[in-house]
């Protein structure tokens, strides 16, 4: 099965479907998600390993979240070629691929990780840990080729969700970690995670297909770039995903620094809100499948302003038990809206197509183009998000001791997505003829 390439693929044909398509979709999809989870654990080693460094490292908080800055900047960055990297070697080759670079990362992290080593040292592995991040826009590319667009918001938040895993589960082994040996030993976190990349890399060369169809187009790259609604999605991605990674980043750091947290503490309750965003994100995309993507994305934007109002509050109190019940609703919002958005990526560009006139048949192919070519985009937007809530929170405690101002910050933003949402995808449209038939609130 080696190098193994298949000629044909054709989703949209309900035939071709059941007898052959669903079976070895779902195949890739299921390793897919072992390769990209994997990938998000070494994108957010940091967030782990800030909690091991203590005082005897001489990094001050606004230094720990530079750091953790650092690797989500990289990871939004390299999501842009990762995306067409796809297309140009093949899905099964480059998840092979994408899996043992995560090698490099985790081993050089193993290297540094101890007291004297210095800063910068520090800043450029936690830059390395960044090409974890690309991992989730390759994968996304590619399992969105194998879906028929009836079952890619499941399939596609199924994907993301079981990825996104990957946070909230290296938080755990660090707090495994931390509560059996303390926070001296951060080199056994790096060294469980050293075989599971190999298995990765074994499982997507033995299991996974390369599609012969899905093929690099610049015209739809360029066509995509300049489409208006490419931005707008990104800008509402920034909302979701850019939330839920930037927060899983950060939460660890603001427990320890604004409610003064010890590291097992910390750890102790870090995980439980990526946990609880990661496993509901495929429900966001089944909900967005069957009520609409727009609309299940607005609400979730005025669930999260609301959710940041009650953060607020607890901030500004020090309460730190309504603070959590505010912060994990947050978590669980941006998963239901990481599902709701990806899925809306694929309908607007199919509703486009069929606004242009074209058949049931060419417009699934031209969404297909377009949106596979704009996701690599949206998802790399979507991430410097999270790098704009950790500087966010850099400068909030750095200016005032607490991150209420960088949540006031959050809200407004919350408040942005809202009212776009609702302007562009749900406001009944001008009688235009354009405009009036693409059906935006189905998306």
């Known amino acids: 099965m080696a190098g193994r390439w298949i000629e044909t693929w054709e989703p949209e044909d309900e035939t071709f479907w059941q007898e052959e398509g669903e079976r070895v979709a779902r195949r890739n999809l299921w390793f897919s998600v072992l390769s990209e989870h994997i990938g998000f654990s070494v994108w957010t080693l940091w967030s782990v390993m800030v909690l091991f460094m203590g005082p005897e490292y001489g990094i001050d908080p606004a ?40 090698l490099v990362p985790t081993l050089a992290a193993f290297w540094v990780m101890e007291p004297g080593t210095s800063y910068a040292t520090f800043v450029a592995v ?28 499941w399939a596609l938040g199924l994907n993301a969700g079981g990825g996104n895993i990957g946070v909230p589960v290296v938080q755990l082994v660090g707090l495994l970690v931390i509560g059996t040996l303390g926070a001296s030993h951060p080199r056994i976190v790096l060294g469980v995670y050293l075989p599971l990349i190999v298995l990765a890399a074994v499982c997507a060369v033995l299991y996974m297909d390369n599609l012969r169809p899905v093929k690099n187009d610049t015209g739809a790259a360029l066509e995509a770039v300049r489409d208006p609604h490419t931005w707008i999605m990104a800008v509402l991605y920034i909302g979701t995903f850019g939330s839920f990674i930037g927060y899983s980043f950060a939460f660890g750091l603001v427990l320890q620094t604004q409610f003064g947290r010890t590291p097992l503490q910390a750890a102790s309750l870090t995980f439980v809100g990526p946990l609880l965003g990661s496993l509901i994100r495929p429900v966001g995309g089944r909900l967005a499948d069957r009520y609409g993507g727009a609309r299940i994305t607005l609400a979730t934007f005025a669930a999260m302003a609301a959710a940041t109002g009650v953060v607020i509050q607890a901030s500004g109190n020090a309460s730190l038990p309504v603070f959590l019940t505010g912060f994990t609703a947050l978590f669980v919002l941006t998963g239901l809206g990481n599902g709701s958005t990806y899925k809306m990526i694929p309908g607007i560009f199919h509703a486009k197509a069929l606004a ?45 001791g607490t991150g209420t101002a960088a949540f006031w910050s959050f809200l407004a933003f919350y408040g942005v997505c809202s009212t776009l949402t609702w302007a562009v995808y749900l406001r009944r449209p001008a009688p235009a003829p354009t405009r009036g038939r693409l059906g935006y609130a189905e998306v």
């Open 63 to 102: 230094g720990k979240f530079f750091l953790i800055s650092t690797a989500t900047l990289v990871g939004a960055l390299v999501r842009v070629p990762y995306t067409f990297a796809v297309a140009r070697f093949g899905g099964r080759n480059w998840t092979v691929f994408s899996a043992v670079g995560l």
């Open 126 to 153: 936690a830059a390395l840990t960044g090409i974890g991040g690309g991992n989730f826009a390759s994968s996304m590319t590619n399992i969105n080729a194998f879906f028929p667009l009836r079952e890619k918001g």
């Open 356 to 400: 242009r006139g074209l058949d049931a048949e060419a417009a699934a192919a031209r969404g297909r183009r377009l949106s596979g070519a704009a996701m690599g985009l949206i998802g790399a937007v979507g991430a410097l998000g999270g790098l704009a809530i950790n500087l966010a929170f850099r400068q909030s405690f750095q200016a005032s």
